[in-house]
């Protein structure tokens, strides 16, 4: 019987804590700049584009389309897909693909998030939709 994988607990810091606390609840949120309009990802409190400070979390509809993405055939723990998904939203997430097989993926198809039990938050990885 195969072991399922387990993952790394991710560390949070104040600023990235209601990423996480919305993670236990199944909600992938980014960060909009409220002064340029602009979302991104990771979500940080000075905005990227116009490095203001007035963001806002807001919930990603955790959807989107491999932008680019590598398959890594050789790793010591088997293969695997690391990609760039552009999500609906606008912001590139650099992420793996994952329950899928590696020589399956394609630029341009549609994933979705999906959530990789730790032992504190999740952590978002994204499949085909």
């Known amino acids: 019987m195969t072991e399922a994988k ?5 560390v949070g810091n104040p600023e990235t804590q ?3 606390d919305a993670a236990k609840e199944g909600k992938f ?3 909009r ?3 340029c309009g602009e979302p991104h ?3 940080r409190s000075i905005c990227p584009f116009c490095f203001s400070d007035a963001t806002v979390w807001e919930q990603s509809s955790g959807e989107g389309e491999i932008y680019t993405f590598s ?5 010591a723990t088997g293969p695997y897909v690391i990609a760039y998904v552009t999500l609906k939203e606008g912001p590139s997430v650099q992420t793996n693909i994952v329950d899928c097989e590696p020589g399956s993926v394609k630029i341009g198809q549609k994933v979705k998030v999906v959530w990789k039990p730790t032992d504190g938050a999740p952590l978002p990885f ?3 939709a």
């Open 18 to 20: 209601p990423f996480w």
């Open 6 to 10: 387990k993952y790394p607990t991710p």
């Open 41 to 43: 990802f990771f979500p």
């Open 126 to 128: 994204f499949t085909p």
């Open 29 to 31: 949120m980014i960060k």
């Open 33 to 35: 700049c409220t002064a």
């Open 71 to 75: 398959y890594m055939r050789k790793s």
